[in-house]
């Protein structure tokens, strides 16, 4: 359920609401450049809005928003700390 919600919102803000073609789990979003930088705080914004999580700046830094896998981990990992 969460990477769904994760997934709908890349491709409606980042893709124009366009399925692409080879969108996994694995694709790299903002080190290939389809997130740039005002992209990745619209995504900080969206996951701590929507999942009741704080997003820190160390998880931005690591590639923890680099792919859809990466920030559906970090969604469940904040969840499971309480949001922190």
């Known amino acids: ?3 769904q919600i994760i997934r709908e919102f890349v491709v409606r803000e980042f893709f124009a609401g366009r399925e ?3 969108l996994r789990s694995d694709t790299k979003l903002v ?3 389809v997130v740039d930088s ?3 705080m ?3 914004l969206f996951l701590e809005e929507r999942f009741g999580i704080l997003i820190q700046p160390e998880d ?3 590639g923890s928003l680099d792919t859809l ?3 559906t981990a970090l969604v469940e990992r904040r969840q499971r700390q309480g949001g922190a």
Request: aromatic share 0%; charged share 5%.
């Open 60 to 62: 931005i830094s690591t």
């Open 31 to 33: 080190s290939t450049g």
């Open 1 to 3: 359920m969460t990477s």
């Open 69 to 71: 896998g990466a920030m």
């Open 20 to 22: 692409p073609p080879l």
């Open 42 to 44: 619209r995504l900080v």
């Open 38 to 40: 005002v992209g990745t």
